[in-house]
């Protein structure tokens, strides 16, 4: 159980372009979801946490406008990545809280690895 | 501010020796207490946290981790290290009484190399 995936798990575009990922539970209701950066042999970098049905909370430097983030249900966030350009190729990782547990529970996704060229 | 130091970028072990990978941590109240393990190009799985009660705590795949408050570390332990362990592992620390998950905050990482 408790198994989180993410879509795709590998994107390549043109600079200027948007980029959508998902991010899903699929089999628990997560009440909220993170999504984390993460560069080359570095850490990860919390972005921002959204909550089913509200808008979501961004760390400081993240950019909104840059970074939309929908949670349309309390089984999937979305990430999209506005206006995509090289230096927002990285390792996009998503985790879930399941409904109902203690606030340090958070199962990870695998992973989503966009390349801007 | 919290923080979380992991001193080593990397570590190398025999298979079959034991392992210690370190972790400190700087909170201003009890820590809640992780690791994660990441391998290439996946996401992170959880091995193991400290909440509270007893220093010593048992986690997946053989690890174990100890809470030592007057060092404010947190090491993973492995008694007998496997080529399978070969990853990153990342420590991570919450300040309990921050009441959330976004105040989350993760190591720079340790890559561990277990060599046959």
């Known amino acids: 159980g408790a198994v989180v995936s993410q879509h795709p798990s590998r994107v390549i575009c043109k600079s200027g372009t948007s980029v959508k990922i998902e991010c899903r539970s699929l089999d628990f209701q997560a009440t909220t979801m993170f999504w984390y950066r993460q560069f080359p042999k570095q850490s990860l970098m919390l972005m921002a946490t959204s909550n089913e049905g509200s808008k979501a909370t961004y760390e400081q430097g993240v950019e909104k406008d840059k970074f939309l983030i929908n949670h349309a249900s309390l089984t999937l966030s979305t990430l999209t990545v506005t206006s995509a350009h090289p230096e927002d190729s990285s390792f996009y990782i998503c985790?879930?809280?399941?409904?109902?547990?203690?606030?340090?529970?958070?199962?990870f996704g695998p992973g989503t690895r966009l390349t801007v060229l | 501010a919290q923080s979380v130091a992991q001193p080593e970028d990397q570590v190398n072990v025999a298979e079959g020796n034991p392992l210690t990978v370190k972790c400190t941590y700087s909170?201003?109240?009890?820590?809640?207490l992780f690791w994660y393990v990441q391998y290439p190009n996946r996401g992170l799985q959880f091995l193991l946290k400290?909440?509270?009660?007893?220093?010593l705590v048992k986690g997946s795949y053989g690890f174990e981790a100890e809470f030592n408050k007057s060092q404010t570390s947190f090491h993973l332990k492995k008694p007998s290290a496997l080529v399978s362990d070969s990853a990153l592992y990342f420590c991570a620390v919450r300040d309990a009484s921050s009441g959330s998950a976004r105040q989350l905050t993760f190591g720079s990482g340790t890559q561990l190399t277990v060599l046959p």
């Open positions: 985790s879930a809280q399941p409904r109902g547990t203690p606030t340090d529970t958070q199962y």
């Open positions: 400290y909440i509270t009660g007893d220093n």
């Open positions: 909170v201003s109240g009890n820590p809640y």
